[in-house]
């Protein structure tokens, strides 16, 4: 059983920056893709940033956080990071971290593993 536990999320003003940290249990980090969506007030759930490991590991961005975050991952504490800097007050939202077997994919049902969200709110 994988479960996952996101932490690091909070208030913070326009322009500064936040880590959210997602702990992965029940397989080793290497062996899946990890990835992060967010999910705003009456919005859909949507793709921030996945990374897939192994040979040439493979990270790709929505276009709304691309320049502005990154993620990576700490095999020795299976651990996956979401760095966001220069927040806006668009990136609000409760952010998830996911996990799936094989390579990245950006759509919500193609991850089998979830997390409960941490909730980021960047005030004006």
């Known amino acids: 059983q994988v479960q996952l536990v996101e932490s690091g999320g909070g208030l913070v003003q326009a322009g500064d920056s936040l880590r959210l940290s997602c702990v992965v249990s029940?397989?080793?980090?290497?062996?899946?893709?990890s990835g992060w969506f967010r999910q705003a007030p009456g919005k859909e759930r949507e793709f921030v940033a996945a990374?897939?490991?192994?040979?040439?590991?493979?990270?790709i961005y929505a276009d709304s956080v691309k320049g502005r975050s990154t993620i990576s991952g700490d095999n020795a504490k299976n651990t996956v990071y979401l760095q966001m800097n220069n927040l806006k007050p668009e990136d609000t939202a409760v952010y998830y971290c996911?996990?799936?077997?094989?390579?990245?994919?950006?759509?919500?049902?193609?991850?089998?593993?979830w997390g409960q969200g941490t909730q980021v709110t960047v005030s004006s």
């Open positions: 996911a996990a799936k077997p094989g390579i990245w994919s950006t759509e919500v049902r193609r991850y089998d593993y």
């Open positions: 990374i897939t490991w192994g040979v040439g590991t493979k990270v």
């Open positions: 029940g397989r080793t980090l290497s062996s899946l893709t």
